[in-house]
Each structure stands twice: as structure tokens, then as C-alpha cells.
């Protein structure tokens, strides 16, 4: 498996949102933010085995992700990839923990049986960061 370029891994180490994007059934996308992390070369991220994303992957492993800067928006890294593997159980939850402590400071407050994390191997990346400065509303 090859190294996750340094850009995604850099924006991977901190609590940056991602948008993931599946296809349902009939081919159109289905996008939903989610927390992200990177575990043993892949990027990775939880959810309930009954939720949309997880239907749509669990029938169509392909899958798009872009990770935009919290501290800089116009810093981002898109990347396609599939599903390289799944766990459940205990082993996901030491990972969504780890991830949760990054977004929250807390260990993964929605804990049962139907959760599952997916770890993505990535075929795919692109970094783009554009030259401007983002300047947070109401601070002219």
C-alpha cells in the first residue's frame, strides 16, 4: 500500500471536515459531512451500518472525499478511493475514539452495536491551496 501524500495526511491530522460522497442505487451522488482520521495508511471514518453512506458503500465500494482546512477553507484536498476494509465492534471504537478526540476532546459519545468504520484506501488525491486569506465574517 503506498504513503498517503504529506498534504493529506497533514490535513487528516486535524479536525478538518470532509464531505462523502457515495452513489445511491440509481447512480446520483449522496454527499454528508463526517469526521475523518487516518488509520494504518487509510483515511477513515465511522457510522451506523443502517445509515445511507454505509448502504451505498456496502454496495458500491467507490468512494470521493473532500477535506477543507478548518483554519484555512481555501486549503483542500479532494481524493477518490474505494473500501479497503471494515471493522465493528471494539477495534472501530478505539479508532472513532482516537478521531473524536481531535474533533471534541472526548471519547465517541455514540456507542452500539451497528457502528462501523470504513477505511479507505486512496487511488486518487489532489491538494489545492488557492492565495487567498480568509478573513472569519465580522472581522473586517
Known amino acids: ?25 440509481d447512480g446520483s451522488p449522496h454527499s454528508v459531512a463526517v469526521w475523518v482520521g487516518e488509520h494504518e495508511g487509510h483515511v477513515a471514518f465511522f457510522t451506523q451500518s443502517r445509515s445511507r453512506k454505509a448502504k451505498n458503500l456496502q454496495r458500491d465500494p467507490r468512494v470521493a472525499l473532500s477535506i477543507t482546512d478548518h483554519d484555512n477553507p481555501y486549503r483542500t484536498v ?30 465517541f ?12 484506501e486512496v487511488e486518487h488525491a489532489a491538494f489545492t491551496e488557492l492565495p487567498f486569506r480568509h478573513q472569519p465574517p465580522g472581522r473586517a
Do not use: C, K, W
Open 78 to 107: 479532494r481524493l477518490r478511493g474505494r473500501v479497503a476494509q471494515t471493522r465493528t465492534g471494539d477495534q472501530a471504537l478505539e479508532v472513532m475514539d482516537g478521531i473524536s478526540r481531535r474533533y471534541t476532546g472526548e471519547p
Open 1 to 25: 500500500m503506498a504513503e498517503l501524500p504529506e498534504q493529506l495526511s497533514g490535513l487528516l491530522a486535524g479536525a478538518n471536515y470532509a464531505h462523502v460522497a457515495t452513489l445511491m442505487p
Open 109 to 120: 459519545p455514540m456507542r452500539g452495536p451497528e457502528g462501523v468504520l470504513f477505511m479507505i
